[in-house]
């Protein structure tokens, strides 16, 4: 969990975003969800990406930072 909220780029397709979610499958891989920054105030969607393929590029934000009153899940960008 410690790469949760770090700036993450993608090495093979160069996508970057905050890494806000992580995922365990049971047969051993593991992989991250990157959210881009907005452009022009327009989102894109989020990618996920296996474990290895990802490099930390930057501090990105504390959970802390974002932290709603209430405890919450992804409403959307979940694994598919």
Same mark, same amino acid.
């Given at each position: 969990? &410690?790469?949760?909220?770090?700036?993450? &780029? !993608? +090495? /093979?397709?160069?996508?970057?975003? @905050?890494?806000?979610?992580?995922?365990?499958?049971?047969? #051993? $891989?593991? +992989?991250? $969800?990157?959210?881009?920054?907005? @452009?022009?105030?327009?989102?894109?969607?989020?990618?996920?990406? !296996?474990?290895?393929? /990802?490099? /930390? @590029?930057? &501090? #990105?934000?504390?959970?802390?930072?974002?932290? #709603? !009153?209430? *405890?919450?899940?992804?409403?959307? *960008?979940?694994?598919?």
């Amino acid at each position: 969990m &410690k790469n949760l909220g770090k700036k993450g &780029k !993608d +090495q /093979i397709t160069g996508f970057e975003g @905050i890494i806000t979610g992580r995922c365990n499958y049971l047969y #051993g $891989c593991t +992989q991250y $969800c990157l959210v881009p920054k907005a @452009i022009n105030g327009e989102t894109k969607n989020a990618e996920w990406f !296996d474990e290895g393929r /990802i490099k /930390i @590029i930057g &501090k #990105g934000v504390a959970p802390e930072e974002v932290k #709603g !009153d209430k *405890d919450g899940g992804p409403n959307r *960008d979940c694994p598919r």
